[in-house]
């Protein structure tokens, strides 16, 4: 069994964007599990049950939205604390402060750039990965 520092959750309904991003941590941060959900609802339960260090929240899902999932994250005592990252294809300036005032800890827009998501990941974590 190989140890894990820390715990990332990524919440994607896109096969493509969740392929991609498995081959970056597997590449880029080793040292972290990734867990993986594809709707909101999901992401939710993995999230209260595992309390991961930071959760990868995709905008676009069917069902709950991610603004929607954040709510609901912040609300609960036991997730509150955990810094979100959204993500979103959504590039408006107006994108990006929404997301900015919802409460995201910080906000990426697709397609990824690989050195920004792992080190603003990296940056979210604290370090000491
Ligand atoms: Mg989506």
Redesign the pocket.
Known sequence: MEEYKRTVLYV???QLNMALMHHIFKKNLPSILLLKAETAELGLSIARETLPDLIIL????PGLNGYEALDILQQDEATCHIPVLGTSAFAQVSDIEKARNKGFAAYITKPFQVKLLTETVERLLGGGL
């Open positions: 994607e309904d896109n995709d905008i676009g899902l």
